[in-house]
């Protein structure tokens, strides 16, 4: 079994910076990839980034050269580094992994970008 962790989420005023933390723990084997999603008030969760094993991010197209996803292997643990927020990107992050064919979601941590 998998678990994933997530931390980072406040209140933020508009142009300033976050950052996210997915740390994982238990049976992590064969790591296909992970990723970052949201999910606004009313809307479906979507895609932020994502991340192949041993591969660059890719971005969706609202959020690229501001949120910058990276990982520490040795801490096991996912990072999103969010610059430059809008009131738009208010939601609630989670972070996604597939390990050994199987998907596994984080709680969720809630991101506010208001002055």
């Known amino acids: 079994q998998v678990q994933l962790v997530e931390s980072g989420g406040d209140l933020v005023q508009p142009g300033g910076s976050l950052r996210l933390s997915c740390a994982a723990s238990g049976s992590i084997f064969n790591i296909y990839g992970m990723g970052w999603y949201r999910q606004a008030p009313g809307k479906q969760r979507g895609f932020v980034a994502i991340m192949a094993s041993g591969g660059n991010p890719n971005y969706a197209e609202s959020v690229k050269g501001r949120f910058i996803m990276y990982r520490d292997n040795a801490k096991n643990t996912v990072y999103l580094q969010m610059n430059s927020l809008k009131p738009e990107d208010t939601a609630v992050y989670y972070c996604?992994?597939?390990?050994?064919?199987?998907?596994?979601w984080g709680q969720g941590t809630q991101v506010t970008v208001s002055s």
């Open positions: 996604n992994w597939v390990i050994q064919g199987r998907s596994y």
